[in-house]
């Protein structure tokens, strides 16, 4: 389930989705445009194909905000969205995956850089 807390018109953004993998240079990649874009949090996907995490915001140390196994973020000047992953798979991927296509197809988004 994709959930917003924003209401953002995505039409013609570049999604990023890092890949989870050993090393986590996907995630360490985004955790750095998430850092240093300061891209502001717009939504969390709640998905069973991965491990349920929960913790402090690592971006703002004094943020009372949680962070999620997945998380969205966006950035309105730079046409962005990025979904930061921070827990590793466990299930069959393809629900999640059918879920990312319907999002994108629903708010046109233009690109999609994996």
Do not use: C, W
């Amino acid at each position: 389930m994709i959930k917003l807390t924003q209401d953002i018109d995505l039409e013609n953004y570049t999604l990023i989705l890092p890949s989870v993998a050993v090393g986590n240079v996907g995630q360490l990649s985004v955790d750095l445009l998430i850092s240093n874009l300061n891209l502001p949090k717009v939504g969390q996907i709640f998905s069973t194909s991965f491990i349920p995490v929960v913790g402090a915001n690592a971006y703002h140390e004094h943020s009372n905000e949680l962070i999620t196994a997945i998380d969205i973020y966006a950035g309105i000047k730079e046409r962005i969205v990025v979904i930061q992953i921070r827990s590793p798979y466990v299930g069959e991927l393809l629900e999640f995956f059918n879920e990312i296509t319907q999002f994108v197809t629903e708010r046109k988004i233009a690109k999609v850089i994996f």
